[in-house]
């Protein structure tokens, strides 16, 4: 499932004032001319070193020159990208080089990220480059639960590299490139044949051409790019920026489990920069049961190499523990005598429905014995188990859904939602329990399964006598009757049975505003203490499901790990 990751992203307030600067240029009345000649341009900027980029002096490039160079604001943003440029330009230029593409480029990433590797967007774009994962994936950045590589540094500049190369091949421009690595190869192809021209500058200008933020995005990366490549004659000195010290990132195999912060304080280095150098490992640690590859800074990674026997990495109490569907992170702490807290933050889940079958987990051992939760009471109508079948139960997780189930089961969908009498266009809940009609050599061990046998649970027939009883015993009550009397009201017979009026009128299915009867015979649910008064309650309402469904069991043969897997999961 996708889930939603905290939105990350350093320069945010600035962000926030050069939107508000694209906001007002964009107003029509502000536009000038957009294609400005070189001898437009102030006398001040006419020798500037060009970029490696071929770029054209337009209204707008110009506007954003002035805005990131002669504006406050604009200016503490330009020194705050010029100052973490100077951390990754030595490592990103060679790359790009490398892929065949102008180094400028690099700016891309400035202009995407601020050149903040942990960068993540609200809309899921992630890293240096701020690719989606579909695209990324096209370009080998891989991504599971454990290691992200559209934050890997030097992994996602050679993907950006090589998708900027191909843009560039089917475009021709750079300005049209850089629009589609923003706004997408499709949508730029259907501006241009909409329109009918090729010309970038031109779609920004014209009405239903290009996106607001493409229209701005070509230009921003330009104007970055100029002022980049004369920082000094821009004002933006040394003393000014302070820029970050460059850092060489050397590749190192790490062991599987290592927390990055235990390593940076066993190698002596800043927590923030190792844990910026290797994003990739999105939990904070690396893979359990792996070695991965790692980013030290060149100086460290030789001292590391060194030492690497003596450092002290791993996390004593932990234990690896492979997750099967059905598990969730209450089950996985239970057996283990710790807390779903305790799991959860070891292992950063974000979200329980990101516990896929097959993930392998750390799971901190806790002092308390592994516990086993009482037998659940499950409620399910009653069916016919062809011979030399069996019924499983298996209780519902975020990170399934019906189909899945059948899936993993080897079952029909349409037979588990008929043995189960659901509503095939309704979700099937979280924590609801379904019974699925397997062949009896099937193993839930061996598909991976988390599911339990009859003799596991308390079985009832749901909607029953049974059903009713059993479940109110749990919640120490018990159904009994009450005989009305004359000046009897739902409140009065509420009040004394502790039950709402709304209780009452839900368990009797009638209105709150029932006037009841003397003699008039109601279900009330009580503690067994305050049975006096009370007589036998009347039959139960609704339906009960008392016949068993013919179940044309289409079950395939056993499970196993691999035919277990759900579909789009690792």
Not at 84 to 103: K, M, N
Not at 134 to 141: H, K, M, R
Not at 338 to 353: I, K, L, M, P, Q
Request: charged fraction near 25%.
């Amino acid at each position: 499932m996708n889930v939603r990751r905290p939105v990350h992203q350093i320069d945010a307030t600035f962000r926030r004032d050069l939107a508000l600067f694209e906001r007002r240029t964009a107003d029509p009345s502000q536009r000038d001319d957009p294609k400005l000649t070189p001898s437009a341009l102030p006398p001040k900027w006419s020798n500037l070193a060009a970029p490696d980029l071929p770029i054209r002096w337009t209204a707008r490039v110009v506007r954003y020159v002035e805005y990131l160079s002669e504006h406050d604001r604009g200016r503490r943003l330009m020194r705050g990208w010029l100052r973490r440029l100077a951390r990754y330009e030595d490592t990103l230029r060679p790359i790009l080089a490398e892929a065949g593409v102008p180094t400028d480029l690099v700016f891309v990433a400035l202009a995407e990220s601020g050149f903040d590797p942990r960068a993540h967007s609200r809309v899921g774009a992630a890293g240096l480059w701020q690719f989606m994962k579909p695209t990324g994936s096209v370009y080998g950045l891989k991504s599971h639960y454990w290691v992200d590589d559209r934050f890997d540094i030097i992994k996602s500049t050679f993907a950006a590299g090589a998708y900027l190369d191909d843009l560039h091949t089917r475009f021709g421009t750079w300005e049209l490139a850089l629009a589609a690595f923003n706004a997408g190869y499709g949508l730029v192809a259907e501006a241009i044949r909409r329109n009918n021209t090729n010309d970038y500058w031109a779609l920004c200008e014209i009405e239903n051409g290009l996106p607001y933020a493409t229209s701005n995005y070509t230009a921003k990366v330009f104007a970055a790019a100029i002022i980049a490549r004369n920082a000094e004659s821009f004002g933006f000195t040394p003393a000014d920026v302070d820029p970050y010290t460059a850092v060489d990132p050397v590749a190192v195999q790490l062991d599987g489990g290592i927390r990055l912060s235990r390593l940076a304080k066993q190698l002596g280095i800043d927590g923030d920069l190792l844990a910026e150098l290797n994003a990739h490992f999105v939990r904070g640690r690396t893979p359990p049961k792996q070695s991965s590859t790692g980013y030290l800074p060149a100086e460290v990674a030789e001292r590391f190499k060194q030492q690497r026997s003596s450092l002290e990495l791993r996390d004593d109490g932990m234990e690896t523990y492979v997750v099967r569907l059905g598990d969730d992170l209450d089950s996985i702490a239970a057996q283990f005598g710790t807390t779903a807290r305790r799991v959860r933050r070891e292992n950063r889940v974000f979200d329980s429905g990101e516990l896929a079958p097959g993930l392998t987990l750390l799971v901190p051992r806790g002092d308390a014995e592994p516990t086993k939760s009482e037998r659940p009471l499950v409620a399910v109508p009653p069916v016919e188990v062809p011979v030399g079948h069996k019924r499983v139960f298996f209780r519902m997780t975020r990170a399934t859904n019906g189909r899945h189930l059948a899936a993993a089961f080897g079952v029909r969908y349409s037979d588990l939602i008929r043995g189960n009498d659901l509503d095939p266009q309704a979700r099937i809940q979280l924590g609801q329990i379904v019974q699925v009609v397997v062949r009896e050599d099937f193993s839930t061990a061996t598909a991976g399964i988390v599911a339990l046998e009859v003799d596991e649970v308390e079985l009832v027939v749901r909607g029953s006598l049974a059903h009713l009883e059993a479940e109110l015993a749990r919640r120490g009550l018990v159904r009994r009757g009450y005989r009305a009397r004359k000046g009897s009201t739902l409140a009065r017979v509420g009040k004394r049975f502790g039950l709402s009026v709304g209780s009452l009128a839900r368990i009797n299915g009638f209105s709150r505003r029932h006037k009841l009867k003397p003699g008039e015979v109601i279900t009330v649910y009580v503690k067994p203490r305050k049975l006096a008064g009370t007589v036998a309650a009347p039959p139960v309402r609704g339906d009960e499901l008392s016949s068993p469904r013919a179940i044309v069991s289409q079950a395939r043969s056993a499970s196993t790990p691999t035919t277990a897997k759900l579909p789009g999961r690792d």
